[in-house]
């Protein structure tokens, strides 16, 4: 059974840093790229970025590019998200997810998702 | 504002078929079959229900269906059931810097 386990919820002031973690279990971790999704209070879901954990080839969207980092440790089969000084608007669910076959123009689909991460930040 | 447009709430009485539409660009649904929509209940991770267009993974309903026109991706689901009350979010492959891009969900309710 393919499962993705995230670290618990974490709370947090403005300034902190923060790696939350993925592990990945029930299949070849190594094979198949993952990313994060971010969910706001109330909000929908957002595209941050994806990791290939073969190369560590990595992919960013636009509006999360520089603030945060995407990673993988396949020795541990595990996913890092990672900021290096957290904002009150970082408040959200955080979503690691598997994708089916890459990324890419012949296939983009998220087929496994973790239960999420909530991140709490407070002044 | 989210890069694909989907309506913000539906809704149906159980028997019934709705369709959720998803409207993207040329940059995105228009050029990829690649949509793929998620089902999202209350206070749960989202779940995949179709990929690449109009693929079911394993152990999904095919009361759901998914088709594409132009630049409008769209979910049909048969057979409402009181189950399926949920958000459903569209997400595609995108050409431009973006790389994917979600819709903004859209809430259905089971009347």
């Known amino acids: 059974e393919v499962r993705l386990v995230q670290s618990g919820a974490e709370v947090k002031k403005t300034g902190e840093s923060l790696k939350i973690s993925c592990k990945g279990s029930?299949?070849?971790?190594?094979?198949?790229?993952i990313g994060w999704v971010r969910q706001m209070p109330g909000k929908g879901l957002e595209w941050m970025g994806i990791?290939?954990?073969?190369?560590?080839?990595?992919r960013y969207s636009p509006s999360f590019q520089g603030q945060v980092t995407i990673s993988a440790d396949t020795s541990i089969n595990t996913a890092y998200l990672q900021w290096g000084s957290l904002k009150a608007s970082d408040t959200a669910m955080y979503y690691c997810?598997?994708?089916?076959?890459?990324?890419?123009?012949?296939?983009?689909?998220?087929?496994?998702w973790g239960q999420g991460t909530l991140v709490t930040v407070s002044s | 504002q989210s890069a694909l447009t989907q309506p913000a709430s539906v809704s149906g009485s159980p028997g019934q078929s709705i369709t959720i539409s998803c409207t993207g660009t040329s940059s995105d649904v228009e050029s990829y079959n690649l949509v793929s929509w998620y089902q999202q209940r209350p206070d749960k991770a989202p779940k995949l229900i179709i990929y690449?267009?109009?693929k079911w993974p394993s152990g999904v309903s095919d009361r759901f269906s998914a088709s594409k026109s132009g630049n409008t991706a769209s979910l049909t689901i048969s057979g409402l059931q009181a189950e399926d009350e949920a958000d459903y979010y569209c997400c595609s492959y995108a050409s431009s810097a973006t790389f994917v891009v979600f819709g903004g969900g859209t809430k259905l309710t089971v009347l």
């Open positions: 690449e267009g109009n």
């Open positions: 997810v598997r994708y089916v076959r890459g990324c890419s123009s012949t296939s983009c689909s998220l087929d496994y």
């Open positions: 029930g299949y070849k971790f190594i094979n198949y790229w």
């Open positions: 990791t290939d954990p073969r190369d560590s080839d990595t």
